[in-house]
Each structure stands twice: as structure tokens, then as C-alpha cells.
């Protein structure tokens, strides 16, 4: 028996739509724990990624029954370094987009060509420049900071410092516990403090010390985030956590759209936002311009 041509037409078109190419992508989307910051991104990712997402974070224990889902994922987003962590090493035939990384290794890209990702450091340069905006009359900036994590990020501080006129005084850390005293010894020869991206040196002790040093020097301490400037911190500047997530969102759309993901280089944010407290500043002394408040995202009173 013959079958009519428009029925025909309907069974080919029946037959496309349901080929394995037509599918929507999964993506495996892990936290390394359930934060805010992890939640907007998350967000930003979801809103521009054309796959399913599927969540999951990071257990102290046995992480074993969450590799085994990812690995029959397309592409696997993380967030966080413990996360990261988890699955570069045990899953390396499926492409890996990573944030919310400090001090990602220089290397990565040649040790693990299967992962691409978004590096949360503001260059130094510009936390720089941020802080004469403010403080002008600035001429030595205080940095704790662990050799074996945070050297090149130093590296790259010292040249920003040289380059603007101003001086870096480095102090090295081996370990968590290093970290106060290495602060103290800074007295009386720094005009401001700089948290560096650096998971040794920046742990709560330590921030809530280098606030009080601040304080008590009525000197201007630079934040890593937001979040430090509306707890006293005279200035930071810092990525949007829900724009980073689309950005992540967009790179994983053209990897699973066909392009090869050791094309990607590791990059920025493309979002920097500029926050500071006018109430510390009143305490340490400074008179921010008006001009410079005009511009800040977040002012905090």
C-alpha cells in the first residue's frame, strides 16, 4: 500500500525531531558548598546555558555517586575550588568550566586541556588605581601573602606598584597561623593594607585583625569582595557573582555547540563593581571625593 506524500512528510518530520541531535544537552552544575554568591551565579548560568542543569555540592564524604552523574553529563560547571578539585582529575573526557577559583594554576590550561573557566582576580593594577582614587596621598601598600599559592599574582602587584609610583612591602606566609603577626610587622611602614586572592593568608582571624589594624593605623584596607566593605573594609572591587554565571553560561553554550574547548583561554570578569564605605572613611580620616562616590556601584553609609 501507498502512503500519501503529506503523511510521508509527517513521519520524516517526526523522525528529525526526535534524532539524538535535536536533545537538549545535560550539564552537571556543582557547588563546592551552598552559598549566595555560588546561588546568583548559578542563576546567571541558568539563564543563558541552553542545556539542563542539574545541581549538586560538594559532601565531606564520599563524592563518589556525584562523579558517576556527571560522567554522563555533556559539560560540567563548577564553582568554587573544592568543587573544581573534585572533578578535573577524575573526569577528563567531558569539558569542565570553572569560577570562582583564586589563584587558578598559570598551568591548567597545559595540564588539563579539557577545562576553561572564569578567574575572579581583579588585576592588582586596578585595586590600585581604586585606592588613589580614594586615597591619594598613598605611597605604600602592606600584602601577606603565601608564596607557594599567590606568586605570580605578587608578581604582577609589585609591577602595577612600580608602574603607579607607590611601593608594595611584601610580607611571606607559610601557613594560617603566620598571618597576624606578619600583619603586625607592618606598622608604621604602610600607608594602606591589600587583601591579596591568597587562601592562606585571607581566613576570618586574619580579616577581622586587619581590619583592627586598620582601624588603629587610620589606614585604608582594600577588600576582596563586597561583602568586606559593608563589614568595615575601606574599599573593594569585585566581580557581579549573577553576570559571571552567564558569562560561564555563554562559553559552555559554543563548547556544546560544537567548539573545541582548548580554543578557550582562561578569562576575566567582564562586570567589575566599585564599592566603598563612607562610614570607615570617616573614622580613618579620609575625605573621599565626590566625584570618586559618583562613581562607586555601592556606597555604604
Do not use: C
Not at 112 to 122: F, K, S
Not at 123 to 149: C, H, M, N, T, W
Not at 263 to 292: C, D, H, Q, W, Y
Amino acid at each position: 500500500m501507498k502512503i500519501p506524500i503529506f503523511i510521508s512528510s509527517i513521519i520524516l518530520l517526526i523522525t528529525l525531531s526526535i534524532s539524538p541531535h535535536s536533545h537538549a544537552e545535560d550539564v552537571g552544575a556543582v557547588k563546592s558548598v551552598d552559598i549566595l554568591p555560588y546561588r546568583d551565579a548559578l542563576k546567571g548560568f541558568k539563564s543563558a546555558v541552553k542545556a539542563n542543569v542539574y545541581e549538586y555540592v560538594v559532601e565531606n564524604g564520599d563524592n563518589s555517586s556525584i562523579l558517576l552523574r556527571l560522567k554522563g553529563t555533556d559539560l560540567i560547571f563548577t564553582l568554587g575550588t573544592d568543587a573544581l578539585t573534585m572533578v578535573k582529575g577524575e573526569i577528563k573526557d567531558k569539558p569542565i568550566v570553572f569560577t570562582f577559583v583564586l589563584n587558578p594554576d598559570a598551568d591548567i590550561k597545559s595540564r588539563y586541556p579539557h577545562i576553561t573557566g572564569i578567574d575572579i582576580n581583579i588585576p592588582p593594577e586596578e585595586q590600585f588605581k581604586a585606592l588613589l582614587q580614594v586615597a591619594p596621598q598613598v605611597k605604600r601598600i602592606g600584602v601577606i601573602y603565601d608564596p607557594s599559592k599567590s606568586q605570580s599574582i605578587i608578581n604582577e602587584a609589585e609591577a602595577a606598584a612600580k608602574k603607579l609610583g607607590i611601593s608594595l612591602l611584601t610580607r611571606k606566609i607559610d601557613s594560617k597561623t603566620e598571618a597576624i603577626d606578619a600583619i603586625s610587622r607592618m606598622e608604621g611602614n604602610v600607608d594602606a593594607i591589600w587583601m591579596a586572592p591568597d587562601t592562606t593568608a585571607i581566613t576570618p582571624e586574619s580579616i577581622n585583625y586587619m581590619l583592627l589594624f586598620a582601624f588603629r593605623n587610620r589606614i585604608p584596607l582594600i577588600g576582596i569582595s563586597d561583602k568586606y566593605v559593608k563589614d568595615g573594609v575601606l574599599l573593594a572591587l569585585s566581580f557581579d557573582s549573577e553576570d559571571i554565571g552567564r558569562q560561564a553560561g555563554e562559553i559552555a553554550n559554543r563548547i556544546l555547540e560544537g567548539k573545541d574547548i582548548k580554543e578557550f583561554s582562561i578569562i576575566k570578569p567582564r562586570m567589575v563593581k566599585f564599592s566603598i564605605n563612607l562610614n570607615t572613611a570617616e573614622k580613618i580620616g579620609i575625605k573621599i571625593p565626590e566625584r570618586v562616590i559618583q562613581l562607586a556601584d555601592k556606597v555604604y553609609r
